[in-house]
């Protein structure tokens, strides 16, 4: 089973700012096979980031998805007030899928 | 518009079962694989079950398996799981997902707004 550590925890952060999120893996994650999503307090996820770096449909550029291998990183460029939420990133290269246990982004 | 819909949660006994269905709407459904991922009450997103495209596959969580089943029903644009001997620790919200790329694995794209299941 693939093990996703996500760091730092919580990221305590203003408007404007910008933020960094960590996603490290346990072993290779193929192919990029990686997703970031975002998670509001009753509410479903939804989907950020595909295979490491490609945006989904209707999400704004500035959220941007890097790397390979095992370390992988999402990027909000100037953080907007409803960017505060929680953020999972989900390695589905393989069986078990597996989910970090989160990063919370909350306003300073 | 594209959209899932999950029922059939409620509060059961330890030991108990229930069965939750997703109904899916707004595109192919007999073309995506299919999940189930759970979130415990404050907690994050765990990864249940998954079926592929024609129901010819499927795979489970250690947690999951030996007690659960995950079906689904294409005429009826419809997902199923079956949970038996529930435990405590298979309380949360249970969300069904789809795959962004039909008829192959992919990130899951499209979320229903979850069932919740209480074994207390």
């Known amino acids: 089973e693939i093990v996703l550590t996500q760091s730092p925890g919580t990221l305590s952060l203003s408007p404007g700012e910008g933020a960094t999120l960590s996603c490290r893996a346990s072993q290779s994650v193929s192919s990029g096979n990686l997703a970031w999503y975002q998670q509001k307090p009753g509410q479903a996820p939804r989907l950020l980031v595909y295979r490491a770096s490609s945006r989904a449909p209707g999400i704004p550029d500035r959220f941007s998805g890097s790397g390979s291998g095992r370390d992988f990183t999402l990027t909000i460029s100037r953080l907007e007030p409803e960017d505060f939420a929680v953020y999972y990133c989900?390695?589905?290269?393989?069986?078990?899928?597996?989910f970090g246990q989160g990063t919370k982004v909350e306003i300073k | 518009e594209v959209q899932l819909v999950e029922s059939g949660g409620g509060l059961v006994q330890p030991g108990g079962s229930l069965r939750l269905s997703c109904a899916g709407s707004?595109?192919?459904?007999?073309?995506?694989?299919m999940h189930w991922v759970r979130q415990g009450p404050e907690k994050g997103l765990v990864w249940v079950s998954r079926i592929n495209h024609d129901g010819s596959s499927t795979n489970y969580a250690a947690s999951a398996k030996g007690r659960f089943t995950i079906s689904r029903d294409n005429a009826k644009n419809t997902m199923y799981l079956q949970m038996n001997s529930l435990r405590v620790d298979d309380t949360g919200v249970y969300f069904c997902t789809r795959d962004r790329a039909p008829a192959t694995y992919d990130a899951p794209d499209i979320w229903g707004r979850g069932t919740t299941v209480t074994v207390s």
């Open positions: 707004g595109f192919t459904f007999s073309s995506h694989w």
């Open positions: 989900h390695q589905y290269d393989s069986s078990p899928r597996t």
